[in-house]
């Protein structure tokens, strides 16, 4: 599994699944706090939901606990790694 493939996967599967039709794959920083107040996705809570669902499955993950889904889903970098490990 190439890592900047499932990187740009991942990306454009948030703007999918969270319907941020204005925003582009290339407009999020690999390093960027997906949940932060100032990121311009704004993403919120439904958004987590669809997000952790949408990787069960597309990549047979489950992050159904609160604290390891904050914990895995900070930035694409890291959401990238945790799945590139798991299907390693």
């Not at 997906?34 to 919120?44: Q, R």
């Not at 970098?77 to 799945?83: P, V």
Request: glycine residues 0%.
């Amino acid at each position: 599994m190439d890592i900047e493939q499932l990187k740009y996967d991942l990306k454009k599967m948030i703007i999918d699944e969270c319907e941020k039709e204005d925003i582009t794959p290339e407009d999020i920083q690999n390093d960027a706090e997906l949940f932060a107040p100032d990121n311009e996705l704004e993403l919120d809570s439904l958004d987590a939901l669809q997000i952790s669902m949408s990787i069960q499955k597309a990549y047979n993950i489950r992050l159904v606990d609160p604290k390891e889904f904050r914990r895995v889903v900070t930035t694409i970098d890291n959401l990238a790694a945790f799945i590139h490990e798991k299907n390693a």
